[in-house]
């Protein structure tokens, strides 16, 4: 298996600029994420890297071979499509053997080959059934099948799942990532779910316009975004925003909003002007001695939370509470924010100011 | 607005019997869901309700009127379904005030342009009222159908799993304006979909449907808070409600086949050695997927937790569900 790095890599398609300069590491066995929403440039970088499509600039690098500008076969790379692009007229075991025997590999060998994966992957009992009959979960074990027997360096995925209802999908996901920790084989997956991109992924890089916005492990990108959008692509319902006019000066720990004077991580950055705080809704609490106000406008049960939609000075702000708790729609009710979770954005650039709770997660850039 | 009352409604397909016997009262003004899996029922209730089929046996009620000889049209009910149905030849604004342009209405056409520039608001399709019908992706199509029961005030509401085909976002969006005009309108909404989140967030009342049968009708948190039925707690709860041996936890109620733990009723830090199998990370709240006694079992921690796979954590069921062998609620 394999370490993958992008070092400056960058796509033109004539005068439009699919993916801009890009670097991050796909460590060796990780589960890496592409996430952004549809023409962020995630499936470009894959096909890139897959050798599909060529950069215009920059290196690839598989296992410390610079391989940018060579073709997709020389690569060793197993790209799942479609989870259900079978061959039809074959049956599960001939599915699953046939890229071994474009490799010229012998029959007994490739026999061996597929009871292993089957095993793996628990459909040991329908290799010499027909495809066509089998269920959607099977169709796609066959098709991971087919992409696992050549023990390539390392998997690509192109939205797997998306085809499947929201139940199915999060079988499907547990699936797969409980099949990556037993292989531990690099798997590089395109998504635009963020909820499928934190679930199954050890890192994700965020793209948006071509650009990274963002690169890391799913914990740091949901608790300290580099940026609004990432902030509000990541999180369900997303992050809260309130735009105000204000100053956050070197060394501060708090900032007014309104008449209110809100507890924050303390500030390296320091900034005037056009400001916005990030909340998140889980971080937001009814207290009644709460300085800031809101009104609540709407109550979404869910069982063990309920979200709350509450109108401020500041916009429209949603909190996530416990589902015991009485909120009566039309209140005024006092909020708290939790102080340490808080992260300030410039407005003029969307970006992150730098603060002690973010700073080792936003310093390597 | 109407109440719409089932009494007794059964219906047959051939050897299927796609419902058995169901009793149901809509009152005015509710939001009602009905949830179940593919073939449960939920699409055979709507077609009754808007005369499209006839029940075999028993009576369909609105506002206290038998609907047995009473046409569809007459009973001026607003269906969307999953499938769009639009006139492929005119745009999207015509399409809009076709069912306002019908002869038993005789809407003054500024009331029509009003009311077509507020719903193509609501449903975030205003800058395609000029485009042809086919010219609209699946999801725009869908949200033109969905606009052509808005415009109208009906009797009620019946919606096929209208938000199914959308995208996350805007199926959250729209969520929370079909809530709202339900509750500015006091419209009734007959609403059926196999979404939970759906089902949670908009109902005032929940019908839960197994194979024909309602089996549970309640508001969501009676339902999610106090299931009858193994069947009944399976279908509200992210991630889903663990089920297990009754007697893998030690004692338990005579006649308990198995137990059921939400997430919430699972103390942690208290009773039995259970393995972390994996930590699944969500931003909000974390996973845990736990091995106890060769059980698998989710629940959810803390967002920071420092456990990691290969830990032991001790687990104490809270106030559990307990079932009988048939998934009846026993306690």
């Known amino acids: 298996?394999?370490?993958?790095?992008?070092?400056?890599?960058?796509?033109?398609?004539?005068?439009?600029?699919?993916?801009?300069?890009?670097?991050?590491?796909?460590?060796?066995?990780?589960?890496?994420?592409?996430?952004?929403?549809?023409?962020?440039?995630?499936?470009?970088?894959?096909?890139?890297?897959?050798?599909?499509?060529?950069?215009?600039?920059?290196?690839?690098?598989?296992?410390?071979?610079?391989?940018?500008?060579?073709?997709?076969?020389?690569?060793?790379?197993?790209?799942?499509?479609?989870?259900?692009?079978?061959?039809?007229?074959?049956?599960?075991?001939?599915?699953?053997?046939?890229?071994?025997?474009?490799?010229?590999?012998?029959?007994?060998?490739?026999?061996?080959?597929?009871?292993?994966?089957?095993?793996?992957?628990?459909?040991?009992?329908?290799?010499?059934?027909?495809?066509?009959?089998?269920?959607?979960?099977?169709?796609?074990?066959?098709?991971?099948?087919?992409?696992?027997?050549?023990?390539?360096?390392?998997?690509?995925?192109?939205?797997?799942?998306?085809?499947?209802?929201?139940?199915?999908?999060?079988?499907?996901?547990?699936?797969?990532?409980?099949?990556?920790?037993?292989?531990?084989?690099?798997?590089?997956?395109?998504?635009?779910?963020?909820?499928?991109?934190?679930?199954?992924?050890?890192?994700?890089?965020?793209?948006?316009?071509?650009?990274?916005?963002?690169?890391?492990?799913?914990?740091?990108?949901?608790?300290?975004?580099?940026?609004?959008?990432?902030?509000?692509?990541?999180?369900?319902?997303?992050?809260?925003?309130?735009?105000?006019?204000?100053?956050?000066?070197r060394g501060a720990t708090s900032l007014r909003l309104g008449d209110a004077e809100i507890a924050i991580p303390m500030s390296r950055d320091g900034r005037a002007g056009a400001l916005t705080l990030g909340v998140r809704p889980e971080h937001i609490h009814l207290d009644p001695d709460a300085a800031y106000r809101g009104e609540v406008v709407a109550v979404e049960y869910m069982g063990t939370t309920q979200i709350v939609s509450l109108r401020t000075a500041h916009g429209a702000l949603k909190a996530r509470v416990p589902a015991g708790q009485r909120v009566a729609v039309g209140a005024s009710v006092g909020l708290r924010f939790d102080a340490r979770t808080l992260t300030v954005f410039d407005a003029a650039n969307g970006r992150a100011l730098i603060s002690a709770a973010n700073e080792k997660v936003l310093s390597h850039g | 607005m109407a109440e719409i009352v089932l009494d007794g409604v059964t219906k047959r397909f051939g050897d299927t019997l796609a419902l058995d016997a169901v009793s149901m009262r809509v009152p005015d003004g509710a939001f009602v869901v009905l949830l179940g899996p593919t073939g449960a029922g939920k699409t055979t209730i709507l077609r009754l309700v808007s005369g499209l089929d006839a029940p075999d046996a028993g009576t369909v009620l609105i506002d206290g009127q038998p609907m047995a000889s009473v046409t569809p049209a007459e009973r001026n009910l607003a269906m969307v379904f999953q499938q769009y149905s639009l006139y492929p030849h005119m745009s999207v604004r015509e399409n809009l005030a076709f069912p306002l342009k019908s002869p038993r209405l005789k809407t003054p056409p500024d009331q029509i342009a009003a009311k077509i520039a507020a719903v193509a608001e609501v449903l975030q399709i205003s800058h395609k009222l000029d485009n042809k019908a086919t010219a609209l992706s699946g999801g725009e199509m869908q949200r033109v159908s969905i606009g052509r029961a808005l415009v109208r005030r009906p009797v009620a509401y019946l919606m096929d799993e209208p938000l199914s085909s959308l995208d996350a976002k805007l199926r959250t969006d729209l969520r929370v304006e079909l809530k709202a005009i339900q509750a500015e309108t006091g419209g009734t909404f007959l609403y059926v979909t196999h979404d939970q989140i759906e089902a949670m967030t908009m109902a005032t009342h929940i019908g839960v449907l197994d194979q024909g049968r309602l089996v549970q009708f309640g508001s969501p948190r009676e339902i999610y808070e106090n299931p009858v039925s193994l069947y009944a707690a399976s279908r509200l709860g992210q991630p889903r409600i663990n089920i297990l041996p009754a007697a893998v936890f030690g004692a338990h109620p005579a006649g308990a086949a198995s137990i059921g733990l939400r997430p919430e009723q699972i103390v942690q830090g208290e009773g039995a050695d259970s393995l972390v199998k994996r930590v699944e990370r969500l931003g909000d709240q974390t996973r845990l997927h736990l091995s106890y006694r060769a059980h698998d079992i989710v629940t959810v921690t803390d967002a920071h937790t420092g456990l990691t796979a290969g830990d032991i954590v001790k687990i104490r069921p809270e106030k559990p569900y307990y079932f009988d062998a048939d998934g009846a609620r026993l306690a």
């Open chain 1, 1 to 249: 298996m394999a370490q993958i790095r992008i070092q400056n890599v960058r796509k033109e398609f004539g005068s439009f600029t699919a993916v801009a300069s890009s670097s991050f590491t796909i460590e060796d066995g990780e589960f890496f994420m592409l996430l952004g929403p549809s023409g962020c440039g995630k499936t470009t970088t894959l096909r890139m890297m897959a050798g599909l499509d060529l950069p215009t600039s920059g290196q690839i690098f598989i296992d410390g071979e610079e391989v940018g500008q060579k073709r997709a076969r020389a690569r060793d790379i197993a790209f799942v499509f479609q989870m259900f692009a079978l061959y039809p007229h074959m049956n599960v075991r001939r599915n699953i053997s046939y890229p071994l025997f474009s490799q010229g590999m012998s029959r007994a060998e490739a026999r061996a080959k597929v009871g292993e994966v089957a095993e793996i992957l628990g459909i040991t009992h329908i290799l010499d059934r027909p495809v066509g009959g089998l269920s959607g979960g099977d169709r796609q074990r066959v098709a991971l099948g087919r992409a696992i027997v050549r023990d390539p360096k390392a998997f690509f995925m192109d939205e797997p799942l998306g085809a499947l209802d929201a139940e199915f999908r999060e079988r499907m996901a547990e699936e797969l990532r409980a099949l990556h920790d037993r292989m531990r084989a690099t798997t590089v997956y395109v998504t635009h779910d963020q909820l499928e991109a934190m679930q199954m992924g050890d890192k994700i890089v965020v793209m948006n316009h071509g650009v990274v916005e963002q690169f890391g492990a799913p914990q740091d990108i949901y608790d300290w975004p580099a940026t609004r959008f990432v902030a509000a692509f990541i999180g369900a319902p997303a992050m809260n925003f309130l735009d105000f006019e204000g100053t956050v000066g």
